[in-house]
């Protein structure tokens, strides 16, 4: 069936660096993409969004960048923090349709080194 | 904080018992979503709400049920719990047309 998926389960960074966090899409329909964090102990927190009709979009210290020709979705975080620690999921929603269902990979467990 | 508030945080039930979570959506949202997240895996999508009906369910069986209030308040209600029910079920609010869904911090549910 359609899925998303993440190339790696873990990323380790020195603070200061720049991450890049990586998510393989299948459902060609798909045409709005998100990318949130989640903290231990909480809820996803949504961290920017990017249409099909789009190829970059950048927000403060994170780009999303989209290659439809190969499905594929990558978040850039600039000058990694320790604050930036924390699992982060790629989510996809289909075009059209009358509800918001997004579908979730598994997620990137991100880890900032002091 | 989005604003989106969920209870109880931490919950404990017995195999076959039955389970009413509660989500208190974002001022001015009249659509909720829930989500059940295994531990290690992303999200799942269960049902979603819109003025009081359901608008959408995920692969989930009937014993996953829901209900939205007039205040779009909303109620997740599992029957006859099973082990693998154990997780995080997370409650989202969003405009039907906005695209930005807000997660409140989830309810622990631990099936024993």
């Known amino acids: 069936g359609e899925s998303v998926g993440l190339h790696l389960p873990t990323l380790s960074v020195q603070e200061g660096d720049n991450s890049i966090i990586n998510c393989a899409y299948s459902n060609s329909a798909s045409d709005y993409f998100i990318w949130y964090k989640q903290e231990s102990g909480k809820g996803p927190q949504f961290i920017i969004d990017?249409?099909?009709?789009?190829d970059k979009r950048q927000g403060q210290r994170v780009t999303v960048l989209l290659n439809k020709t190969v499905k594929h979705l990558s978040l850039q975080i600039a000058a990694t923090q320790p604050g930036d620690s924390a699992v982060y999921f790629c989510?996809?929603?289909?075009?059209?349709?009358?509800?918001?269902?997004?579908?979730f990979g598994k997620g990137t467990l991100l880890t900032v080194n002091p | 904080e989005t604003g989106v508030t969920q209870s109880p945080t931490h919950l404990i039930k017995t195999r076959g018992q039955q389970v009413t979570l509660r989500c208190s959506s974002q001022?001015?949202?009249?659509?909720v979503s829930w989500y059940q997240q295994a531990l290690g895996q992303g999200p799942q999508f269960i049902f979603q709400?819109?003025?009081?009906?359901?608008?959408g369910r995920g692969n989930f069986p009937p014993r996953f049920s829901g209900l939205q209030f007039p205040n779009y308040s909303s109620e997740l209600n599992v029957n006859a719990l099973e082990l693998d029910d154990s997780a995080l079920y997370l409650c989202?609010?969003?405009?039907?047309?906005?695209?930005?869904?807000?997660f409140g911090q989830g309810t622990r549910l631990t099936v024993v």
């Open positions: 001022s001015g949202h009249n659509t």
């Open positions: 989202a609010s969003s405009l039907l047309l906005n695209t930005e869904a807000f």
């Open positions: 709400y819109y003025r009081e009906e359901e608008n």
């Open positions: 989510a996809e929603k289909p075009q059209g349709g009358s509800n918001y269902k997004l579908t």
């Open positions: 990017i249409r099909s009709n789009m």
